[in-house]
């Protein structure tokens, strides 16, 4: 199965962000298609369960053909919002729920099939037996294609593969929060060739006048000039360079943004430059 190298995250477009009309999403998903980005990344909660159903519209509406893209979604939390009678936030991975909540995704994506399905984060209480139970009738019944997690620990994964494969972990990867590239949750991605997505990917150098910001701006003032290539590029070269295969997930609704994006794909950024990046952020050189 194949992804986009970068893939669209959908959760600003609507409700909680930028609340596209539906031609804009349109014009959006166009953008995204004309620069080699088909993957599109949902989950049923973002918008308070409404970013869905306003990408399913707007996608009826194009010209995009289902086969040229790939939609993932997740499942499994429950906000306590009105959409919902829930009296608190928690998980639910119970088979019936996973089932209707794809269900339902399908129904407002306005399509027959996810490419991906993710359980959204972990809970305490997740069966493997449930979770099998589920994920096998999506297959049988040619709603979803493949199955992964995000979030999910190696044993956490583990747990899940006493009873199904693990296809795919999105996890929150970037230069500022890359605890996962040393807890063994990437290296679990290599060794049993899962696909490897990040969130926030960017991490908080945009949002945050840390030290260490500070520290890795002033190596990227000079590592813009030797690649030509713009900061938020950089900082997604640094993270694609990982063996693991990463596939950002970028979460701008900014065409221009997305395009360079794609283009940081193409940064080939060497092997000491890396580190000097891994060192501005972490304070000190790597032991």
Known sequence: MKYSRIIAGTMTWGKWGKQLSTAEMIALMNHCVENKITTFDHADIYGDYTNEEDFGMAFSKSSIKREDVQLISKCGIQFNVKERSNRVKHYDYNASYIISSVERSL????????????????????????????????????KIKQFGVSNFSPSQIQLIEKEIQVEANQVEFSLSSNGVMNDGTLDDCVTFDRLAMSWSPLGSYFREDSKANLRIKTVLADLTKKYGATEDQLLLAWILKHPSTIHPVVGTATPQRLKLAMDAVEVDMELQDWFILLEANEGHEVA
């Not at 099939?113 to 493997?128: A, E, I, N, Q």
């Not at 037996?129 to 049988?140: G, N, Q, R, V």
């Open 107 to 142: 129904k407002m994506l306005q399509t027959d099939y996810l490419d991906l399905l993710l359980l959204h984060r972990p809970s305490p209480l997740m069966d493997p037996s449930e979770i099998a139970e589920a994920i096998d009738k999506l297959k049988i019944e040619g």
